[in-house]
């Protein structure tokens, strides 16, 4: 396997498929990229979001720390694998509300639109639910009001308005390890009032698709393409030995992305290797976010592993289409 990652400025990471690899994702050789102790503070680090941010890349970084107080974290990269990540967790300074309570912090998504990158967390407020914030430069953070009442996780925003509105997909939950989710799109004039809540896609029959028959989420950032948005998300089935989290994708429409095209009936990427299956929260495959290019027909793939460290995988694309277009529940 060559060991070796090619990448030049702003593109993306990324790994030839090895020869004997015959799925249409493959893990980064050199994984995991990031350790749990990569900061002294850190317990865990995985689930995280990154972005192009000036001559490298940035990216916000879920790091719980040795009392295990969840927090995220900013970080920059010249080449998308080797991160520096700040020791301090993000201060925020209010946004659109004075009313930034929060308990805890965890999964980040981060995403450009239009002049600032926006930041979607699960946030603690009286329980778990969307936090959203925005920063120009990384350094200064603004939070805004939630966007939903809690129970809910797995806030991902659109990267662009649709039909003249921001777009966030979502799934809300409960209190706890929710033994239950699909994912619901929600709409909002401003980034502060949500509603016009529809539902995606729901969490399939066992007999169909087993390793999404208990929950599902959005993952990372959606992805436009010639099909439509392409979302890549993260399924669970309850096995004897509890939970365990795979990655599929799904294709859905342009215009109304609440009307799901295709969407996998095999996984993707499951809980394979020994950082996927042992860790805090063993058989782990939880997709946060992509770096993607559509000229060159290529994406990477970040994921936490066994909720405590980060890992990597590449695709192309065109095959990532393909696949869930001839593999579609």
Excluded at 41 to 51: K, L
Excluded at 97 to 112: G, H, N
Excluded at 233 to 242: A, D, E, L, S, W
Excluded at 301 to 323: C, M, N, P, Q, W
């Amino acid at each position: 396997m060559n060991d070796q990652i090619t990448t030049k400025t702003i593109a993306i990471p990324w790994q030839e498929k090895p020869a004997e690899t015959t799925d249409v994702i493959w893990r980064y050789s050199n994984n995991p990229i990031i350790k749990r102790d990569a900061i002294p503070t850190s317990n865990s680090v995985f689930n995280s979001a990154v972005v192009p941010f000036e001559d490298g890349y940035a990216g916000v970084f879920r790091c719980d720390n040795k009392a295990v107080q969840m927090d995220i974290f900013a970080g920059f990269s010249k080449d998308g694998i080797n991160w520096d990540i700040n020791h301090q967790p993000i201060e925020f300074e209010a946004g659109n509300t004075q009313m930034i309570d929060s308990d805890y912090k965890y999964d980040p998504r981060v995403t450009f639109i239009e002049d600032r990158y926006w930041i979607t967390w699960c946030n603690g407020y009286h329980g778990p639910t969307i936090g959203i914030g925005y920063t120009f430069d990384f350094k200064e953070f603004f939070q805004c009001e939630n966007a939903f009442l809690p129970f809910n996780r797995n806030g991902v925003l659109f990267p662009e308005k649709i039909n003249g509105k921001y777009a966030m997909l979502s799934r809300p939950s409960d209190n706890g390890h929710t033994p239950f989710g699909d994912i619901y799109i929600s709409y909002s004039p401003d980034i502060k009032y949500w509603g016009e809540h529809r539902c995606v896609m729901k969490a399939s029959p066992f007999e169909d698709s087993a390793w999404q028959c208990t929950k599902i989420g959005a993952g990372s950032v959606p992805i436009l393409t010639d099909e439509g948005w392409l979302m890549i998300y993260h399924g669970v089935i309850n096995t004897c030995n509890g939970f365990r989290y795979s990655m599929g994708a799904a294709i859905l429409d342009k215009e109304n992305p609440d009307k799901v095209k295709f969407r996998t009936q095999p996984y993707l990427l499951s809980p394979q290797t020994t950082y996927e299956c042992m860790g805090d929260v063993p058989n782990v495959v939880f997709p946060c976010a992509t770096l993607h290019s559509i000229d060159e027909d290529k994406i990477a793939i970040y994921y936490g592993a066994a909720d405590t460290v980060v890992g990597l995988a590449f695709g192309h694309i065109s095959e990532i289409v393909k696949f869930t277009k001839e593999n579609s529940l």
